[in-house]
T-cell receptor
Framework: RKEVEQDPGPFNVPEGATVAFNCTYSNSASQSFFWYRQDCRKEPKLLMSVYSSGNEDGRFTAQLNRASQYISLLIRDSKLSDSATYLCVVNRGNSGGYQKVTFGTGTKLQVIP | EAGVTQSPTHLIKTRGQQATLRCSPI?????VYWYQQALGLGLQFLLWYDEGEERNRGNFPPRFSGRQFPNYSSELNVNALELEDSALYLCASRSTGQGNQPQHFGDGTRLSIL
C-alpha cells in the first residue's frame, strides 16, 4: 500500500461548483499535512497547511481526520483559475530529527466554463 | 525574501553526458530536497540534504548524486545521461525549526536528453 494515496481524477466541475478531494495516508505516526497546487509544467506551490481542528483560507477548507487517516480539501465556488493538480503532502518525523516527506501523486481538477 | 532559486532553467544534453543542476535554498533553510518529475507523472523523490549531509535517498541509481555546501546550496549531478532522464528537476528547501514546516519549491530545471 502506498504511504499517501490520492484519486488521480480528473475531476471536471462547472464554474461555481463545490468540489472536495481526499487523501489517505497509511502511517499513523504522520505528524503534519499540507496541500500544494501544481499548474501544468510548473513547480508545486504551497496552498495551505492542514491543522487538526480544520482550517479555512477563503474558498478553501482543509480538514484532518486522524481516526480514519485522511485529509481533505474543499473548494467552494470553483473558478477557472482553480484548474490544476492538487498534491497532498504528509510529513513524519521522530525525536532523532529524521523527517520523511511524502507527496501524493496528485488529483487533477478541471473547472469548466 | 528571495525564494528557492534553481539554475539553469533549461539544460540540453546528449546521451552519456553529465549534467549538473544547482539550487539555492531560502535564506535560513538548511534542508534541501531534490525531485524528478517526468512529463505527466508525479514527483519522484531523489535526495534530501540537511546540514551538509545526505539524509535520505530515493529509488534512483548511483549515477544520480549530489552534495550540499556549507552555505546550504546544493548540486545535483547526473552521470551517464539516458533518454529517460529527461524531466523537470525540482529543488525544495525547508526550515527545520520548531514544528513541521512545509517545503518551498524553486521553478525547476528542465533537462532534455537528445
Amino acid at each position: 500500500r502506498k504511504e499517501v494515496e490520492q484519486d488521480p481524477g480528473p475531476f471536471n466541475v462547472p464554474e461555481g461548483a463545490t468540489v472536495a478531494f481526499n487523501c489517505t495516508y497509511s502511517n499513523s505516526a504522520s505528524q503534519s499535512f499540507f496541500w500544494y497546487r501544481q499548474d501544468c509544467r510548473k513547480e508545486p506551490k504551497l496552498l495551505m497547511s492542514v491543522y487538526s481542528s480544520g482550517n479555512e483560507d477563503g474558498r478553501f477548507t482543509a480538514q484532518l481526520n486522524r481516526a480514519s487517516q485522511y485529509i481533505s480539501l474543499l473548494i467552494r465556488d470553483s473558478k477557472l483559475s482553480d484548474s490544476a493538480t492538487y498534491l497532498c503532502v504528509v510529513n513524519r518525523g521522530n525525536s532523532g530529527g529524521y523527517q520523511k516527506v511524502t507527496f501524493g501523486t496528485g488529483t487533477k481538477l478541471q473547472v469548466i466554463p | 525574501e528571495a525564494g528557492v532559486t534553481q539554475s539553469p532553467t533549461h539544460l540540453i544534453k546528449t546521451r552519456g553526458q553529465q549534467a549538473t543542476l544547482r539550487c539555492s535554498p531560502i535564506s535560513g533553510h538548511t534542508s534541501v530536497y531534490w525531485y524528478q518529475q517526468a512529463l505527466g507523472l508525479g514527483l519522484q523523490f531523489l535526495l534530501w540534504y540537511d546540514e551538509g549531509e545526505e539524509r535520505n535517498r530515493g529509488n534512483f541509481p548511483p549515477r544520480f548524486s549530489g552534495r550540499q555546501f556549507p552555505n546550504y546550496s546544493s548540486e545535483l549531478n547526473v552521470n551517464a545521461l539516458e533518454l529517460e532522464d529527461s524531466a523537470l528537476y525540482l529543488c525544495a528547501s525547508r526550515s527545520t525549526g520548531q514544528g513541521n514546516q512545509p517545503q518551498h519549491f524553486g521553478d525547476g530545471t528542465r533537462l532534455s536528453i537528445l
